[in-house]
């Protein structure tokens, strides 16, 4: 398998540009999670999905994000317009629920490698 | 809500024996995870308590108390490659959240 495959592994954009994150998920799980992680906050959780739903998108800094997830294959994280607080790494994260339904016990998170995000 | 503590740094001596303290509050615990993220990477998982007690596994052991919002991962006989970050994270019973502690850097000395 080839694990969550994220894409760009790096980006540098101009502030007020609209910048899309793409995710695919390992294939048949069914939980995805969008993060971002900075020095001073850490690993922050942003949005996720449960069979491509959004269950909770309190995490989400402002109006300027979204997240889609139009099939179980692949997710975008868009901000628009882009801002220098939003530089960060954002990870993308899956998970297979156990048989019990929800995130059961024990489902570990697969981590993809990340997108570093500058916007200068 | 939930919040998770851990300690900032930590600096420990190869071949050594080092604890990663972590304490939380939440509402609805459903387990506790740890793991490890070197620089630069992706965190990668270490291990899971969801009941009280140690979980080993090799040179890493992981310790829960859920009447203390309590758990340690303890690492023996370091490494240098051992040198990483070291997230805690708690996942809520009520929504499935799973929510990092800003983690641990941990140095080892030769």
């Known amino acids: 398998d080839a694990g969550v495959i994220q894409s760009p592994r790096h980006e540098v954009t101009e502030m007020g540009q609209e910048v899309t994150l793409r995710c695919k998920p390992i294939?048949?799980?069914?939980?995805l999670f969008w993060y971002r992680q900075t020095m001073m906050r850490g690993l922050e959780l942003l949005i996720y999905?449960?069979?491509?739903?959004?269950?909770?998108d309190s995490g989400m800094p402002e109006d300027r994000f979204s997240a889609k997830m139009p099939n179980a294959s692949f997710s975008t994280l868009k901000i628009q317009p882009s801002e220098p607080r939003d530089s960060a790494v954002y990870f993308c994260?899956?998970?297979?629920?156990?048989?019990?339904?929800?995130?059961?016990?024990?489902?570990?998170?697969?981590f993809g490698p990340g997108t570093r995000l500058t916007v200068l | 809500g939930q919040n998770i503590d851990q300690p900032t740094e930590m600096t420990a001596t190869e071949g050594a024996i080092v604890q990663i303290n972590c304490t939380y509050q939440?509402?609805?615990?459903?387990?506790l995870f740890w793991y490890q993220q070197h620089a630069g990477e992706a965190p990668t998982f270490l291990s899971y308590?969801?009941?009280?007690g140690l979980e080993e596994k090799g040179r890493f052991s992981s310790f829960l108390s859920r009447s203390k919002g309590y758990s340690y991962l303890l690492l023996k006989e370091l490494q240098m490659k051992d040198s990483a970050s070291y997230l805690c994270?708690?996942?809520?019973?009520?929504?499935?959240?799973?929510?990092f502690g800003k983690g641990t850097r941990l140095h080892i000395l030769p």
């Open positions: 994260a899956s998970i297979l629920s156990g048989i019990s339904g929800g995130a059961g016990r024990g489902d570990t998170q697969y």
């Open positions: 939440t509402s609805g615990f459903n387990g």
């Open positions: 308590n969801v009941l009280d």
């Open positions: 294939s048949g799980h069914d939980y």
């Open positions: 994270a708690v996942r809520d019973r009520r929504d499935d959240k799973i929510i």
């Open positions: 999905f449960n069979n491509n739903v959004p269950i909770d």
